[in-house]
């Protein structure tokens, strides 16, 4: 069996239901490789730079329909829930999210950075672009693309939770096995991931490869 279809790693203990519900591990072993003639990256001008694609297309979709479709279960409320849509990289993530979510949503869009190395963050974290307005008494959903430490997550939960908002929940498209590491409630999660360092789907090595459809491993020569 494909580690695609073995659902949760049970060991770190029982997960909630929506977590066993939803989320799928996905190994090392599972990246389709580059065949020496398919190179996955050249139809997007990324010609020898990627060494395999970890989550094709179809199957993120797939996955946000899954995730959608949770969320709203959850959410039948008077008022919209609000997206915020942690950029740069949620951006992807967030569109293609909010299209697929079964009941009116609003969008809002807020930019962070934290200080650390080009594969890592150190949980210092700066806000380069705040919320255009107040969300006090809103149902908040976080729109995260990744969760690797769990630092910067976690510094955000607790930056808007002095905002006032109704609730606060979590959706992540990746999450990599330190997160577990950092008390963080994450509600929706797509996909476990390795630890690798992944690109593509509005994940980035230096400002490089977000425009990718699929998620990828970069090639190791590229950051070595
Ligand atoms: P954390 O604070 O360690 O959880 O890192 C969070 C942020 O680091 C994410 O929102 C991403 O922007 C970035 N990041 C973490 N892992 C990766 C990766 O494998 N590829 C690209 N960006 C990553
Ligand atoms: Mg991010």
Redesign the pocket.
Known sequence: MSSLDAGLDESAGPPSVSKRLLTTLVASADAIPVAPTWDPGSEHGYDGELAAVLIPAGTLQAKITELARAVAADHQLDTPPLLIC?LK??VMFVTDFARALPIPSELEFMAVS?YGSA???S?VVRILKDLDRDITGRRVIIV??????????SWLLKNLATRGPAAIDIVALLR?P??VK?EVDVRYVGFDIPT????GYG???NERYRDLPFVGLLGEHMYR
């Open positions: 942690v990289g949620a934290s594969t890592s963050s949980g995260e693309d990744i969760i690797d430490s769990g630092l910067t997550l990599k330190e997160a950092v690798d360092f992944v690109v994940l980035d090595y």
